[in-house]
């Protein structure tokens, strides 16, 4: 039977998408020719509460887009003989400006590089920042988060849970181990 460990609780989850929103603004000196695009599903969601977030800090609303990388990445024949593709939506034009894709947990990278090629598809921003709720290691390709909420030493089967208050009725991060 797995083990199951809390990692991140509702009032862990308010802190960080603040902290994350003001080191956006700090390093962007503040939100001109910024845009956000969430990685679906629960990137999506952190990315709105994050566009939220700013808006309540620098009262300006920022763009913000939700994308499907299933078809782009390099091992959707190992997850599924058909995945499920949804669409992507992002109203902007991606071309010269800052985009930064948003993302529940960071593992071994190769997501990150899928909506990296998804997102060139639609354009070419002048900037790819990531920002990430949680990131566990593992990495088989050299990419690093630009924000992040926390960092977790895990094995490789491990599992990191993310819910949702959006998706899953609760905001609760776990991880499963044997």
């Known amino acids: 039977m797995k083990k199951k460990k809390t990692l991140l609780n509702d009032q862990d989850f308010k802190r960080i998408i603040t902290r994350i929103s003001h080191e956006i603004i700090e390093k ?3 939100t001109k020719n910024l845009a956000l695009v ?3 599903t629960r990137g ?3 990315a709105k ?4 977030q700013i808006k309540q800090i620098e009262k300006v609303t920022i763009p913000v887009g939700s994308m499907d990388i299933n078809m782009y990445r390099d091992d959707w024949t190992k997850i599924s003989r058909q995945p499920t593709v949804r669409p992507s939506n992002i109203p902007f034009s991606v071309d010269g400006i800052d985009i930064i894709l948003v993302d529940d947990v960071l593992f071994t990278g190769r997501t990150i590089r899928a909506a990296m ?3 060139l598809d639609f354009g070419r921003p002048s900037r790819i920042e990531l920002a990430i ?3 566990r290691g593992h ?3 050299p990419i690093q ?4 909420g926390i960092s977790i030493n895990t094995e490789h089967d491990d599992m990191i849970n993310v819910l949702v208050v959006e998706h899953d009725q609760k905001d609760l991060v776990y991880m499963e181990q044997d």
């Open 145 to 148: 988060p630009d924000y992040k």
């Open 139 to 141: 990495r088989e390709l």
């Open 49 to 52: 509460r994050i566009a939220d």
């Open 44 to 46: 999506d969601f952190l």
């Open 38 to 40: 969430g990685i679906q």
């Open 28 to 30: 962007h000196k503040g």
């Open 117 to 119: 090629d998804a997102l």
């Open 133 to 135: 709720l949680i990131d």
